[in-house]
């Protein structure tokens, strides 16, 4: 019995974060303490142990720690580059998705104008993003990270229910895991057709098919298909947007109808927009309230750690642990202040780092 220490390096586009590990021994028994943050800058130090444990205990809680961080693309290798197939991570799928650059109301007639009136709507839902890919008898999810994920149980099981009557060979769907469904809103392959080539309007037509196949095997309450409507005026737009805002859903996308499908996020515009009526801000989690369901969520104010406030977990949610990125629905953010009204949406397994403090949305903006 010994102590253990170790130090991780994870490092993809503009992140390079540090976490380090140490399995600590003391007088009564042991410690895991944990230190993260950008390389090279000070670290926020923190322990997963409130108490001295037995070895057995603490090496138990070490191990896991260092291996929830490896899951999640950290690595020993001083390059920081995330392990591929390894039993530590998923693989790479190759695929990534295409992210959305968000946009105002005033902002609808420069987008018709832009996408010349081609204008594709959708519901944005309020889930994790997930490619679900079936190649060479293997299904399978990929996260936001383009790392191999489970599916939900019930999703895994409609899924296979759906390639059997259908008789597919192939495919790659880009959903919102809701949790045990999900909302499929694009298709990027089906059989042999490679489609992310092709206009949204014609993969369109396929996702229209595949609604339709999927009522047929009786699955439509689990693989749900978001078909697209094109409006031909603003009015019509805005009509589409406050129904959605009535029905309490997240907000709506926008899609140049001609565009194919372009992975990851320009700097802005692009053919893939995103109106939201809630927000939404992954955080850290920065402590665990000792008596109540609650959490100190945290974002990074430039190399620091900045407290935004608490957060309640619902009853039909686990409790996350303490340096867990998060997911928090919000109305707006006060500046110098909390998040108001913030709303609890799961762990963020697909994440590695908080949201900075300039990209929440303040009452007075």
């Not at 230190?35 to 001295?52: D, F, H, I, N, Q």
């Not at 802005?268 to 995103?274: E, I, N, W």
């Amino acid at each position: 019995m010994s102590a253990e220490n170790i130090t991780l390096r994870f490092t993809q586009g503009s992140s390079d974060k540090v976490y380090k590990a140490a399995l600590i021994e003391i007088n009564r028994g042991y410690l895991v303490n944990f230190a993260y943050g950008r390389y090279g800058k000070p670290l926020k130090s923190g322990t997963k142990t409130a108490k001295a444990l037995p070895y057995d205990q603490a090496k138990l809680a070490y191990d896991k720690l260092v291996n929830e961080k490896k899951s999640k693309g950290y690595t020993e290798d001083g390059s920081g580059k995330p392990f591929e197939g390894s039993v530590v991570a998923p693989d790479r799928t190759g695929y990534l998705p295409q992210l959305l650059n968000p946009i105002e109301r005033e902002d609808l007639p420069g987008v018709f104008e832009r996408f010349n009136n081609n204008v594709a709507l959708q519901t944005k839902h309020d889930g994790e993003r997930l490619i679900i890919i079936f190649k060479n008898g293997e299904l399978y999810g990929s996260n936001r990270r383009g790392l191999k994920v489970g599916l939900h149980p019930s999703t895994q099981k409609a899924l296979e229910r759906f390639i059997e009557f259908v008789g597919v060979q192939d495919f790659v769907l880009d959903t919102e895991d809701m949790g045990e469904y999900v909302v499929v809103f694009d298709v990027l392959a089906w059989q042999s057709d490679d489609l992310s080539g092709e206009s949204f309007r014609l993969r369109a037509i396929v996702l229209e098919n595949l609604s339709s196949l999927a009522k047929e095997a009786g699955l439509e309450d689990v693989i749900i298909f978001d078909i697209p409507i094109y409006p031909q005026t603003i009015m019509d737009a805005e009509r589409y947007v406050q129904a959605c805002e009535v029905a309490g859903e997240e907000g709506v996308v926008f899609r140049f109808s001609k565009a194919p499908y372009e992975i990851g996020k320009p700097n802005s515009g692009g053919t893939c927009l995103k109106l939201k009526f809630w927000e939404s801000a992954t955080c850290m989690v920065g402590g665990i309230h000792p008596t109540k369901r609650s959490i100190g969520i945290q974002v990074v104010n430039g190399y620091a750690i900045y407290d935004i406030g608490n957060c309640t977990i619902p009853p039909n949610y686990d409790m996350p642990a303490e340096g867990d990125m998060v997911e928090i629905k919000y109305l707006y953010a006060y500046r110098e202040g909390s998040l108001y009204q913030p709303q609890y949406k799961g762990v963020r397994l697909d994440k590695t780092s908080p949201d900075t403090i300039e990209s929440l949305k303040y009452k007075d903006t």
